[in-house]
């Protein structure tokens, strides 16, 4: 049974205090998680620890980093290495949001190198793919994932897939209060899952959770994890309120 899992990614917000305040009210927070229903919390590099302290108590909560550098270790001045996340006894990492695919001109050829260094510290990456605008009005979603799939992941063994969990974000929807409709969902991530089949076969794309980012809030989530192929979510400003991302991981 795939894991279905409420993400939230931080980005760059939050001073100390208010990262303070946020885990400490998701530490208290009414939640129905169990093994299979989990939560990861994406923080800023320099709250990583705390947000482990503040969670250790609470029963299928991890912590994620929102990025992590292609090499073990050296003269990368302000990177981050998986090795310190491992050492850090942090589990998951995003690799490929297309913030750092925009701003930081993270190639897919790169995250290939990101998600390896990740898998090869025990780090599960949550690998992050999706269409711009433009992409999406010339009807040229499907190709487009396909290829970021291809390029960055393809060369992963079966063994190395079943780490991996996929985010579909659609770049029009992330941020813009637009969320794709419960059926652009559920038709891009089967359409995911075919392609993860037509490599790795079905038994192992049945077993590979995919989330969907992109304006996710208390109000839309439940309708858009009840899509077959849709297992949770991605969730950047919705994730910053405690109420509000306590909703979404209960609509899992
Ligand atoms: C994200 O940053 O991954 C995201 C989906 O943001 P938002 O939920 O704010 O659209």
Redesign the pocket.
């Known amino acids: 049974m795939r894991k279905q899992i409420a993400a939230a ?1 931080w ?1 760059m917000n939050c001073t100390l205090q208010q990262a303070e305040e946020l885990l400490t009210k998701l530490s208290t927070a009414t939640v129905n998680t169990t093994e299979n229903k989990i939560s990861i919390i994406g923080v800023p590099a320099p709250y990583l620890l705390l947000a482990k302290d503040k969670l250790k108590n609470k029963a299928n909560f991890y912590i994620a980093a929102q990025n992590c550098y292609t090499k073990k270790s050296g003269a990368f001045t302000g990177e981050i290495s998986a090795e310190m996340l491992h050492s850090m006894q942090i589990t998951h990492v ?1 690799i490929g ?3 750092r695919r925009e701003y930081f001109n993270e190639s897919n050829t790169t995250l290939a190198e990101k998600v390896n260094i990740a898998l090869e510290y025990a780090l599960t990456p949550i690998f ?1 793919c999706g269409e711009a605008l433009e992409i999406r009005e010339a009807n040229n979603q499907n190709s487009f994932v396909e290829n970021q799939l291809k390029e960055s992941l393809f060369h992963l063994s079966v063994e190395q897939i079943l780490q991996v969990v996929i ?1 579909y ?1 659609p770049i029009w ?5 637009k969320t794709a409709s419960n059926e652009q969902a559920q038709e891009m991530h089967q359409h995911i899952r075919n392609v993860l089949a037509n490599k790795y076969g079905k038994e192992i794309a049945e077993q590979i959770s995919i989330l969907y ?5 208390g109000s839309n989530a439940a309708d858009l994890f009840a899509q077959n192929d849709v297992d949770g ?7 910053l309120n405690a109420e509000e991302f306590t909703t979404i991981i209960n609509a899992l």
Request: net charge neutral; aromatic share 0%.
């Open positions: 990614n980005k995003i949001h297309s913030e992050c985010a974000e929807a992330i941020g813009t209060g980012g992109g304006s996710v809030k979510g991605l969730v950047g400003g919705a994730s």
